[in-house]
């Protein structure tokens, strides 16, 4: 009942050209494939040569951040209302590299899927325990309070289409996936907390992805596990091939 999703994260690659390329390739392999919702994030300055590839397809566009606030004096930043007029339909909040390198808390990250939801927009919110905090036995305290501090103040009603990524820090970029026991253990408990907090029915519609080092050979066997309805794709999703053969996963 929950449909799965394959999202490709470019992070800080590939210029307007390039991502024409890599989605050119992507659209023309995939008409007409339903099996899964494909999103995929370019940067900012390829949003609008992505839109004007997937207008005409099911392959939807992601923002990998956005500004908190509607306009006004923010050199450098960008509003939800400007990335739902360059034809985005979701946002990323709170990806592990914007909560480390940009110090952004669950605070800010709040705020920025206020932003997100009251623009009509759809948020996949990131939350992860980094290595340390794993090796100390801290996994669900962090995910609860990235979680709770994160969708604090929400409504039930504002959130029938958050999507939420286990993103374990010490799996990004590193080649090293979680074991998918351990994806599926953080997943489940992402969604046991959602249930707390926002009841079984939302907990049981929100689809929860994992991301970290996924690649061609592991993704049959993460989406095998009960809690893990997609995936967030880094470095994989710059290769067209390794990409379709993430979103392909049960072909
Ligand atoms: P990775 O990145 O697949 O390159 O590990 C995942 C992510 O940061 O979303």
């Not at 449909?3 to 050209?17: C, E, F, R, V």
């Not at 992505?50 to 006004?72: K, P, S």
């Amino acid at each position: 009942m929950r449909k799965p999703i394959i999202a490709g994260n470019h992070k800080m690659n590939l210029t307007p050209l390039q991502t024409r390329n890599l989605l050119t390739e992507l659209v023309k392999n995939l008409i007409d494939y339903d099996q899964v919702e494909i999103i995929v994030s370019p940067p900012f300055t390829s949003l609008a040569m992505a839109d004007e590839v997937l207008r005409a397809t099911d392959i939807q566009l992601a923002a990998q951040n956005v500004h908190q606030a509607a306009q006004g004096a923010y050199t450098g930043e960008v509003s939800a209302k400007m990335l739902k007029a360059s034809g985005c339909q979701w946002v990323i909040c709170g990806h592990s590299e914007r909560r480390n390198l940009f110090q952004e808390s669950n605070e800010l990250v709040n705020k920025k899927i206020r932003a997100v939801t009251a623009m009509g927009l759809k948020p996949i919110l990131c939350v992860g325990e980094t290595l340390a905090e794993r090796e100390l036995g801290q996994t669900n305290q962090v995910l609860a309070r990235q979680i709770s501090g994160s969708l604090q103040g929400f409504q039930q009603s504002d959130l029938l289409e958050l999507v939420v990524a286990y993103e374990p820090v010490w799996a990004i970029g590193t080649g090293k996936t979680a074991a998918s026991a351990d994806a599926e253990a953080g997943c489940q408990f992402i969604r046991s907390h959602l249930k707390t907090q926002f009841g079984p029915k939302l907990a049981d519609s929100i689809r929860i992805l994992y991301g970290g080092s996924v690649k061609p050979g592991n993704i049959k066997e993460l989406m095998a596990e009960k809690n893990i309805d997609g995936a967030l794709v880094g470095g994989a999703s710059l290769k067209s091939a390794d990409f379709l053969a993430i979103v392909k996963y049960h072909e």
